[in-house]
């Protein structure tokens, strides 16, 4: 518990500390033609596995880091990190296990703004990290996957680099662990909080 409170506290100090930043050097930022953006965000990760819900009982909190490149009009490139943790009970033992998934993506995305908004939709691969530990056996592994998203950039004012970012992402990932196979993708909704540059 109080890990996870000092990870929240230096995520919000963080981007306090970018907001900061950001607003001395933003007085006419959109003026240029956007590079890129580098983005914090926030959602709720669901896993399709039965398994996974019958032992750690619904999705929860993902958390990461984004940041895209636009490549040509419209069309950009992005890389994003993510992390998911959940504690549960085995099925039978009822003993505490944990799980921790981290998923890197990376992948393209179009976008056509009107207005104040830019809606998307982009296509990616994903390289998951996963590992589980409890009393009977400890894994750490990886698998690869990948995955749909659709979304919409919100723009405060024309001279503010900060947008919002509404994105719901399916993932489809699939690996093996004692001969069974487990599928670590699911449904992510999510908001981010946008810096443009």
């Known amino acids: 518990m109080k ?33 890129g953006t580098f983005e914090l ?17 619904r999705g929860g909190m993902i958390e990461g880091i984004a940041l895209s490149v636009f490549i040509i009009h419209d069309i950009d490139f992005f890389f994003e990190m993510k992390g998911f943790y959940k504690s549960g009970e085995l099925t039978y033992t009822k003993e505490k296990t944990h799980f921790l998934l981290v998923p890197v993506a990376l992948g393209v995305r179009y976008s056509k703004p009107f207005g104040y908004f830019c809606p998307y939709a982009g296509l990616g691969i994903d390289y998951i990290f ?61 908001l981010g909080l946008v810096f443009v540059f």
């Open 3 to 35: 890990k996870s409170i000092d990870y929240k506290s230096k995520a919000q100090l963080t981007v306090f500390g970018l907001v900061i930043l950001i607003s001395v050097f933003s007085s006419s930022s959109l003026a240029f033609e956007r590079q």
């Open 41 to 57: 965000s926030i959602g709720n990760y669901s896993l399709s596995e039965p398994r996974f819900k019958a032992v750690y009982q």
């Open 130 to 190: 996963y590992m589980e530990t409890n009393p009977i056996q400890s894994t750490i592994n990886y698998t690869r996957g990948f995955h749909f998203r659709i979304g919409s950039y919100v723009q405060f004012s024309e001279n503010v680099p900060i947008w919002l970012n509404a994105r719901i992402k399916y993932t489809k990932a699939k690996t093996e662990e004692n001969d069974l196979d487990i599928e670590l993708g699911g449904f992510e909704y999510g």
